[in-house]
């Protein structure tokens, strides 16, 4: 009996390893193709965020170098060859060209600058949001009252990561046409915001403070 036992389990052994063979014969390519794309991924994901880490590094160095220039107009003529590899770094390019036209006292260039960037479809949204923000902040952007506050509008609506600073500045504006009531409801929504920032809540209390308003939580 044991002697049968022994030679039926070498024989039923045998038959699953012809299957074993068999099914590898089949669909082996299966597998093998599977490997390749893991593998292949893998590599892709490698070369691109080595990629992405070489032009960052690259963008760094083009920018230092650029505010190394010994004046304002060098460094914007410099900060014009560095190659942006994206939009959000555009868009920080921009910004900086604008603060070197400031303080070499070129304000129309610098609003010029902006207004620029702000309206580049190749950079994210937030970033242009970002920069129109500062463009409507400065009071030499020749803008009145009316497109400043039509500006800010479109920034303060739901989701967007300004909402709350562009609400501020419609109050502010509010205060400046002497609609003290309609500032006081921006301020008292901002302040009852969830979103709030420690920052913001400490100058929206300062200014419901001046204007005689009790903030007491």
Same mark, same amino acid.
Request: glycine letters at 6%; aromatic letters at 6%.
């Given at each position: 009996m044991s002697n049968t036992d022994?030679?039926?389990?070498?024989?039923?052994?045998?038959?699953?390893?012809? /299957?074993?063979?068999? $099914?590898?014969?089949?669909?082996?390519?299966?597998?093998?193709a599977g490997v390749v794309v893991i593998v292949g991924g893998a590599a892709y994901r490698e070369y691109y965020k080595a990629q992405r880490t070489a032009a960052a590094q690259a963008f760094g160095s083009s920018v230092l170098a650029a505010l190394e220039q010994d004046d304002a107009q #060098?460094?914007?003529? =410099?900060?014009?060859?560095?190659?942006? !590899?994206?939009?959000?770094?555009?868009?920080?390019?921009?910004?900086?060209?604008? @603060?070197?036209?400031?303080?070499?006292?070129?304000?129309?260039?610098?609003?010029?600058? $902006?207004?620029?960037? =702000?309206?580049? %479809?190749?950079?994210?949204? #937030?970033?242009r949001d970002l920069v129109n923000f500062k463009r409507l902040m400065r009071a030499d952007s020749?803008?009145?009252?009316?497109?400043?506050?039509?500006?800010?509008?479109?920034? @303060?609506?739901?989701?967007? !990561?300004? /909402? $709350?600073?562009?609400?501020?500045?419609l109050a502010v504006i509010d205060l400046e046409n002497g609609d003290r009531d309609a500032a006081i409801e921006r301020f008292n929504a901002i302040l009852n915001d969830a979103e709030i920032t420690q920052g913001?809540?400490? /100058?929206? %209390?300062?200014?419901?403070?001046?204007?005689?308003?009790?903030? %007491?939580?």
């Open positions: 022994s030679f039926i389990e070498e024989v039923t052994e045998e038959v699953r390893r012809d /299957r074993l063979f068999g $099914l590898i014969r089949k669909y082996g390519w299966i597998a093998i #060098s460094r914007v003529a =410099a900060l014009d060859t560095v190659q942006a !590899p994206n939009g959000a770094t555009a868009a920080i390019v921009a910004m900086m060209q604008s @603060a070197e036209l400031v303080s070499d006292n070129q304000s129309a260039a610098a609003i010029a600058r $902006l207004e620029q960037a =702000a309206l580049d %479809t190749n950079v994210d949204q #937030s970033y020749g803008l009145d009252a009316y497109d400043r506050a039509a500006g800010f509008n479109a920034l @303060a609506t739901p989701g967007n !990561p300004l /909402r $709350l600073l562009a609400t501020e500045q913001l809540r400490q /100058r929206v %209390t300062q200014v419901m403070i001046a204007l005689g308003q009790d903030v %007491t939580n």
